[in-house]
């Protein structure tokens, strides 16, 4: 069994920054890829970044040029920093990963962490 515990949300005014952490620990075989979903209330979960074992980034067209990803293979971690925050981005952020066993896998989501823009 895999657990995902995710820290770094909370309240930031307009302008701000955040960096959320998720750490994948347990039965880890290969994490691939590593990523952020977030949902806003009365909104679907949308994709917010994704980040492949060899570097290979996707982002949100919303978040492009203010949030970053970045994951720490080693310690089975990805990062997302998040700059110029808007009241947009106002949502529960979702770690998301996929474990890979043979040729077999399974997805896996963290507890999300509230992150509120506001002023």
């Known amino acids: 069994q895999v657990q995902l515990v995710e820290s770094g949300g909370g309240l930031v005014q307009p302008g701000g920054s955040l960096r959320l952490s998720c750490a994948a620990s347990?039965?880890?075989?290969?994490?691939?890829?590593m990523g952020w979903y977030r949902q806003a209330p009365g909104k679907q979960r949308e994709l917010v970044a994704s980040?492949?074992?060899?570097?290979?980034?996707t982002y949100a067209d919303s978040v492009k040029g203010r949030f970053t990803i970045s994951r720490d293979n080693a310690k089975n971690t990805v990062y997302l920093q998040m700059n110029d925050l808007k009241p947009e981005d106002t949502a529960v952020y979702h770690c998301?990963?996929?474990?890979?066993?043979?040729?077999?896998?399974?997805?896996?989501w963290g507890q999300g962490t509230q992150v509120t823009v506001s002023s």
């Open positions: 998301y990963v996929r474990n890979w066993r043979g040729g077999l896998y399974e997805d896996l």
């Open positions: 980040g492949l074992m060899g570097g290979r980034t």
């Open positions: 347990g039965s880890i075989f290969m994490i691939d890829p």
